[in-house]
């Protein structure tokens, strides 16, 4: 965490989880490359950090109209959204046609650590969809180090896939995988092995690139974070893209 993270937890500031990269990566993007926002989107940005990087941005920087979105709402999150009258909670997949249409346009998209997990629509479709929606994409994703090609992690085997995803694989969390790989499941309405509770992805920096500037963004911003806690094949990467 750091000696900053654990002075904002201590003096609850900020959620133990709280991540300084990615607020280095807001504060460059709200005072460098975007001070003109008006309108954001952060999509996925509910678990294990309750909604915190909406609400710092929101608390730092005068944005009038703000859009946090999961699947789930804790309490937690419920109550701090009524303290905040520009923010609207929108609950379902961010690659949901209604989500699309709830948000709208927006001056930013942020995607910090939920792009490796989509699949049905894949990574690479999400940011086809909000291409057209913004003009700032803030990515902090764990990249993939141990291939040059963007590989799809589900299909390697499940031996391979603990060799790269370090989780234990005898939690109940990845036997329900393991039972249960290729049978629907009951909430989201598509195989287990394709739900974003799981890695999916190990997302290439070339390919990630590559795919943005398909879309007609522009790299503005790269930060490589460091290796991802006791995962080898993965680094922590920040990205700031811009429309052209």
Known sequence: MGLRGIIGYVFHEYPFYFNYDKKELIDFACRKIIPEIKSFADLGGVWRINGAYTFYT???????????????????????????????????????????????NVDAVL??????????????????????????????????????????LMDLGMDEYFSHVKMNRSDPVYQDLILHFNEIHPTFNKPWKDIHYYWQWGITNNDLISTMNDFGFEMKYHKNCGQFSNFPSFENHAFIFLKK
């Not at 944005?63 to 609207?88: Q, Y």
């Not at 995607?111 to 913004?134: A, C, G, I």
Request: glycine share 4%; charged share 20%.
């Open 58 to 104: 929101l608390k730092t920087y005068t944005i009038p109209s703000a859009f946090l979105v999961d699947t789930n709402f804790n309490s937690t999150v419920i109550e701090k959204s009524k303290e905040v009258k520009n923010l609207k909670l929108v609950e379902g997949g961010f690659g949901e046609s209604a989500v699309l249409e709830t948000i709208g």
């Open 111 to 152: 995607l910090f650590d939920v792009l490796l997990h989509q699949v049905q629509p894949d990574w690479n479709e999400v940011l086809k969809m909000y291409s057209t929606r913004t003009k700032c994409f803030l990515i902090f994703n764990q990249q993939f180090t141990h291939s040059e090609k963007t590989i799809r």
